[in-house]
């Protein structure tokens, strides 16, 4: 059991998108974590990969629920995962995410400050990391449209309820 979710003990010849419903652009990002720590291109990563592969996907996993999901899902003495079982694991765990729980680790990321607000100077930042170029007046546009208290930002509520729109 990892995170309250219990992750089957066999491997049924069902690829993992018949399994679970992930984006195309999440199991894109399995596969690009498993191929970044798999150095040796077997087709295969051990435990301390498999522990960062997760951490890099966001699930920092305990040291028996890694060795938990390698005995479950890896290679008949538990040593090493393949792409196959990684992307079995991780399609599980993603679906189960609570996107609720998600969007407040981006909101915390967006207000650096702790304000309690995503502000234009948040978004200004965001959109320079991200190589964008948006004027001043369309930035405080998107804070203006979604700032439903008009306190001047966008607060925790306010950004759930923008990202949950967009499902």
Request: proline share 2%; hydrophobic share 35%; glycine share 8%.
């Amino acid at each position: 059991m990892i995170n309250g979710h219990s992750y089957s003990t066999t491997q049924r010849g069902i690829s993992s998108r018949q399994q679970v419903k992930i984006s195309e652009d999440k199991l894109e990002e399995i596969r690009e974590a498993f191929s970044l720590f798999d150095t040796n291109k077997d087709g295969y990563i051990d435990y301390f990969e498999l522990k960062v592969a997760m951490r890099a996907l966001g699930f920092d996993q305990r040291k028996d629920d890694v060795l938990r999901v390698l005995q479950q899902q890896g290679t008949p003495d538990g040593s090493k995962i393949s792409l196959e079982g990684f992307t079995k694991v991780m399609s599980e765990m993603i679906a189960a995410r609570d996107p609720t729980e998600e969007y407040k680790k981006a909101f915390k990321l967006i207000d650096e400050n702790n304000t309690g607000l995503i502000t234009v100077p948040n978004l200004r930042r965001i959109a320079r990391e991200l190589g964008e170029n948006i004027a001043e007046d369309e930035i405080q546009a998107m804070i203006d449209e979604f700032d439903l208290d008009n306190d001047g930002g966008i607060n925790q509520d306010e950004f759930i309820k923008i990202m949950m729109s967009g499902q």
